[in-house]
């Protein structure tokens, strides 16, 4: 796969961290991940109204193929609470509104999770990213990091949730509270783009 010829991949976010992330978890040689702003376009509004984030992000991967006609990388990811039956899932960017900021989210999560104790406030990140190839294959890949709700927004790094998911795999801290490399080895992105690497190269 890698090495052959060099090829570029069309990535389906203006998010320049998530940019940031798949260029280090997918650095094969020859490689060039690049956004619609790269290219001079706008980035494109693509409806995603799938049931799952595997769903969204398949959507997002070839709707941006078909544009750009180009291999194309999409995730969609999301925040599941137990105590909410699972909510926002893949409501998670517009839980409060269709406009949401990342405070209006977390204010109506702690609102909906009052009352509620440490014990019952478990919670995941999850996420689900798609790379479609340039024969219109697509490959996906999913993973999860496991945590729970915090009681009131910790930190100041990362975007969304960030601020109160405290992670099982560093007690104590918010995922806002990470720097980028602790993020990037426990985080759902990390997990589904480094099980979408060892796909990839499986298939070379």
């Not at 060039?32 to 109204?49: K, N």
């Not at 039956?85 to 999560?109: C, F, H, K, V």
């Amino acid at each position: 796969m890698a090495g052959e010829h060099t090829h570029r991949v069309i990535v389906a976010t203006s998010n320049p961290g998530k940019l940031a992330e798949i260029r280090t978890a997918l650095a094969f040689p020859g490689w060039e991940f690049v956004t619609a702003a790269d290219l001079g376009a706008a980035c494109p509004d693509v409806e995603e109204d799938g049931e799952t984030f595997i769903d969204n992000a398949l959507i997002k991967a070839f709707a941006y193929r078909g544009l750009f006609r180009l291999p194309a990388l999409a995730d969609d990811s999301g925040l599941v609470v137990d105590a909410l039956n699972g909510d926002p899932g893949i409501r998670s960017a517009r839980y409060s509104g269709e406009n949401a900021t990342d405070e209006q989210n977390n204010a109506l999560l702690l609102r909906n999770l009052g009352g509620v104790p440490a014990a019952q406030r478990g919670a995941r990140f999850q996420c689900g990213v798609v790379y479609v190839d340039e024969h219109g294959m697509p490959s996906a890949a999913y993973g999860t990091c496991e945590g729970s709700i915090g009681i009131s927004p910790r930190g100041s790094g990362g975007f969304g949730y960030d601020p109160l998911f405290l992670p099982a795999a560093k007690p104590g801290r918010t995922m806002a509270e990470l720097d980028m490399d602790e993020k990037n080895a426990i985080s759902h992105r990390g997990h589904a783009l480094r099980a979408l690497r060892d796909r990839l190269l499986g298939e070379a």
